[in-house]
């Protein structure tokens, strides 16, 4: 199992509790998509039942509880998360659940379904899989020190979670539960009032970078460039780290100086290629252009020149707010905002964003 990144506050705060014996036994770990809460989750549950969690800051590694909990398979450490079909509960699906969670586990909730199959079906977390939980946690630990379980958004558990609420309040002996979810809104109450709250923060730039120079052994610059656009979101430069064979960077300078000079052919040329990228890449350019705008819009707003851009983006940013002001930067972002929409929707690429050339010139040059 990978090494989780940041969090140091929460970790903390959750190793005291376990070096002085102390973990309340119903947790909730809440934080955004990508803050990593469920690897947190996962970690927590690996460290309870580490042998030498006395001595050490995590999961040793070593011991024989880990070797187990590191591949997922300890017998004391049971998931419960969302599955799609009727009566389906979570261990039908461990194999892909294990597969998903050791090769990334800040998985986001559409990832997941996707990879069971789930197409526009919605999960959920159903009444028998609260019937297999109150048996699994009803039986003595097979080895471990406790019977942990960890679940996966709660959020889906929707009013099956009353079946559980008689578990939590009154557990069996030495019974742990670890429930990660993204926010209380679409938790029951009766739960929440129930559970301990641990805060999982969005991660920093310099963390996130950290990681994916850890994960992914991508440069320290790079790093940096993906940790601003990422926001926070340790899944999201995963995935712009996997998917970064395309230049956006060094393509939407080309792009905004051939506006600027708003010379036919060469428009034509450029949308040329962004035809040709294909929807998801074009989707990402988009994104990659909205940053940009949203750190000019900084700029242009406040003077301020810390910038979350790379250096030769934050030249060509103090050049533009020279012709732009909030409301035409305003302007842009929205009309690449559409673009996405209607890319989405399989407009024709090349005819969209020669218009937005046009565009993009004119309200530079009025
Ligand atoms: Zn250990």
């Known amino acids: 199992m990978t090494a989780m990144i940041?969090?140091?506050q929460p970790r903390l705060l959750l190793q005291r509790l376990v070096r002085e014996g102390r973990v309340p036994h119903?947790?909730?770990?809440?934080?955004?998509?990508?803050?990593?809460?469920l690897a947190l989750g996962i970690?927590?549950?690996?460290?309870?039942?580490?042998?030498?969690?006395?001595?050490?800051?995590?999961?040793?590694?070593?011991c024989n509880a880990c070797r187990k909990s590191g591949q997922m398979i300890h017998p004391d450490i049971h998931y419960s998360y969302p599955t799609i079909g009727t009566g389906a509960v979570s261990t039908d699906f461990i194999k892909q659940w294990r597969t998903?969670?050791?090769?990334?586990?800040?998985?986001?909730?559409?990832e997941w379904l996707q990879s069971i199959g789930a197409e526009n079906k919605q999960g959920n977390i159903n009444r028998d899989e609260c019937n297999a939980i109150i048996k699994k946690l009803s039986l003595r630990a097979f080895e471990g020190k406790y019977k942990v379980l960890v679940m996966w958004m709660p959020e889906l558990l929707g009013k099956e979670g009353n079946r559980l609420l008689k578990l939590i309040e009154e557990p069996p002996e030495q019974t742990q539960f670890?429930?990660?979810?993204?926010?209380?809104?679409?938790?029951?109450?009766?739960?929440?009032?129930?559970?301990?709250?641990?805060?999982?923060?969005?991660?920093?730039?310099?963390?996130?970078s950290e990681g994916l120079q850890a994960w992914r052994q991508v440069g320290a610059e790079r790093a940096r460039q993906l940790s601003f656009l990422a926001d926070g979101d340790f899944r999201q430069a995963l995935f712009l780290a996997d998917n970064a064979d395309n230049d956006d960077s060094a393509f939407m300078?080309?792009?905004?100086?051939?506006?600027?000079?708003?010379y036919g052919p060469e428009l034509m040329e450029w949308t040329d290629q962004f035809a040709k990228m294909g929807r998801e890449n074009q989707k990402q350019f988009i994104q990659y252009c909205l940053h940009f705008l949203r750190e000019l819009n900084v700029l242009a707003a406040t003077g301020r020149e810390d910038l979350r851009l790379p250096e030769n983006e934050r030249a060509t940013a103090r050049n533009m707010?020279?012709?732009?002001?909030v409301d035409k930067i305003a302007q842009l972002a929205e009309m690449l905002s559409e673009n996405e929409y209607y890319i989405e929707r399989n407009a024709n690429p090349k005819i969209l964003f020669l218009d937005s050339s046009i565009r993009l010139h004119q309200i530079m040059k009025l």
């Open 178 to 208: 670890i429930f990660v979810a993204e926010g209380t809104e679409e938790i029951l109450p009766t739960i929440l009032s129930r559970c301990q709250l641990v805060k999982v923060d969005r991660l920093s730039d310099v963390e996130v």
């Open 43 to 62: 970690w927590l549950s690996r460290y309870l039942q580490c042998s030498q969690n006395q001595v050490m800051d995590g999961p040793c590694e070593a």
């Open 321 to 325: 707010v020279k012709v732009l002001t």
């Open 100 to 110: 998903a969670v050791l090769s990334n586990p800040y998985i986001d909730l559409n």
């Open 6 to 8: 940041g969090q140091q």
């Open 253 to 262: 300078l080309d792009w905004l100086r051939r506006c600027w000079r708003g």
């Open 26 to 37: 119903a947790l909730m770990l809440l934080g955004p998509t990508g803050s990593g809460s």
